[in-house]
């Protein structure tokens, strides 16, 4: 699996997994073991596949501009 840093010289905090382009999870959840067990954090499942269509484009967009990051001013 690839892992890229994000390239924009914002901050990037998204936490979405798309699954098979249907079911899609967001929210403040971490998948650690802190969230698991300490946090208060809070998990979305939607099922709404233009919605996770929208995530999807936007990841291919983030992931394309990390794949050819331009310099920070």
């Known amino acids: 699996m690839?892992?890229?840093q994000e390239s924009?010289?914002?901050?990037l905090h998204h936490k979405v997994l798309v699954i098979d382009e249907r079911p899609m999870l967001t929210?403040?959840?971490?998948?650690?073991?802190?969230a698991e067990q300490d946090?208060?954090?809070n998990l979305v499942i939607v099922d709404d596949?233009?919605?996770a269509?929208?995530?999807?484009?936007e990841?291919?967009?983030a992931y394309a501009?990390?794949?050819?990051?331009?310099?920070?001013?």
């Open 2 to 4: 690839d892992v890229l």
């Open 65 to 73: 501009q990390a794949q050819a990051p331009a310099r920070c001013r």
């Open 27 to 34: 929210g403040s959840y971490n998948f650690t073991g802190s």
């Open 39 to 41: 946090n208060d954090e």
């Open 8 to 11: 924009h010289c914002y901050i």
């Open 59 to 61: 990841f291919e967009r």
């Open 53 to 57: 269509q929208t995530y999807l484009e």
């Open 49 to 51: 596949p233009a919605l």
